[in-house]
């Protein structure tokens, strides 16, 4: 099977099993509202605690626990067994096992904590919380994108400051050209776990840093590195990430004023007192989630408008040829879809299809 062959093969099989994880996702919420078991749940953990905050942790608890042993087979499937069929991951089966009670630990405390917060302004803002909502899901966002390189990359990447002196100043000296002030470069361990390779600008102000991976230090030049690095450099300077923020802003407002427009039909079509109530909670998770689905491909256009942005000002700030090559070892690395279907790539994709860019960087 040639390396073109395999791209499409892995592909075609990450579609399947996206919808497939949409489907398991739509009915277990449904399953859990409509058999009683979220009644169920919040009734116990009611009867244990009189503060609505512990109740919603604990029946928070149990809907994570029991959602995340029926997807388990399925989440082992496509993170470990996939990937190592098709060579891109290196972890063995207790290395995976590290890495998911990390991810599974930051998920909750994040997760938690985002619905905690949402239901206290149901209960304290009856009037007005989609207004709040949106402030606290764009406040949410802020903390974390200047969090992420200090935080909380290192719970799952060792880092480091980049040793190789040569490379940070080419990439010093690109970040000054184009007028950005960076702190660090830094080199994350991607390589232990697969052979993908990645780079970043992260972080907001302080806590801005270049992020590259082992495996990307390993197996590209400096000049197609540099290449890498003057498209994420262009998300910054044409402030793509604020841009982002508004428009999820927008988004996130329409989508709690349409939720709290129809939000007493939601309530009492399965006898809750309001939005507010926690036994409500997969059917509320199910309208969100399928307002989301209706919102992704305007959310994706946008995202790949900026995306060709970015190629451009790297084409244009580095040898267009560079970065076209560093596009096609990206693409074999991550065995990216060279010809994805377009229903997809309009859907789904929030960067162009690789072939198009690496196209559009040779002419």
């Known amino acids: 099977m040639t390396e073109t062959e395999t791209a499409r093969t892995y592909a075609r099989i990450r579609y399947r099993l996206l919808v497939v994880d949409l489907v398991v996702w739509f009915a277990f919420l449904v399953s859990v509202q409509a058999s009683g078991l979220s009644r169920a749940w919040a009734s116990w953990w009611a009867r244990l605690t009189p503060h609505e905050t512990l109740v919603i942790l604990g029946y928070l608890a149990s809907v994570g626990l029991a959602?995340?042993?029926?997807?388990?087979?399925?989440?082992?499937?496509?993170?470990f067994t996939l990937e190592h069929r098709f060579g891109l991951s290196r972890l063995t089966v207790p290395g995976w096992l590290v890495r998911e009670a990390k991810h599974v630990a930051v998920g909750a405390v994040l997760?938690?904590?985002?619905v905690e917060g949402f239901y206290a302004i149901?209960?304290?803002a009856p009037a007005d919380w989609p207004l709040w909502a949106t402030i606290g899901w764009v406040g949410v966002s802020v903390v974390l994108a200047r969090v992420f390189p200090t935080l909380l990359l290192p719970i799952f990447y060792k880092t480091a400051p980049l040793q190789d002196d040569q490379l940070v100043q080419r990439l010093?000296?690109?970040?000054q050209r184009v007028g950005l002030s960076v702190p660090g470069v830094f080199r994350f361990q991607l390589g232990a776990e697969t052979r993908k390779a990645n780079a970043a600008l992260a972080g907001l102000g302080k806590t801005r840093r270049v992020l590259l991976s082992d495996t990307l230090i390993a197996e590209f030049t400096p000049e197609e590195i540099e290449g890498i690095l003057a498209h994420e450099l262009a998300h910054h300077r044409f402030h793509h990430i604020t841009k982002l923020l508004v428009i999820s802003a927008i988004g996130s407002w329409a989508a709690f004023a349409l939720t709290d427009f129809v939000g007493w039909r939601l309530a009492t079509s399965v006898g809750l007192t309001g939005l507010a109530d926690i036994v409500g909670f997969p059917l509320l998770a199910l309208w969100l989630s399928l307002l989301g689905l209706v919102g992704l491909p305007l959310q994706n256009g946008l995202s790949r408008m900026f995306e060709w942005e970015a190629d451009r000002f790297a084409i244009s700030t580095t040898r267009p040829q560079d970065f076209a090559s560093a596009l096609r070892r990206l693409a074999v690395l991550n065995l990216a879809d060279p010809n994805p279907p377009r229903w997809v790539a309009w859907y789904f994709y929030d960067h162009p299809p690789m072939t198009d860019r690496i196209r559009a960087a040779e002419a």
């Not at 959602?67 to 993170?79: G, K, Q, R």
């Open 67 to 79: 959602n995340y042993l029926v997807t388990l087979p399925l989440h082992f499937y496509e993170s």
């Open 111 to 114: 997760g938690v904590l985002l």
């Open 122 to 124: 149901l209960r304290h």
């Open 172 to 175: 010093r000296k690109l970040c």
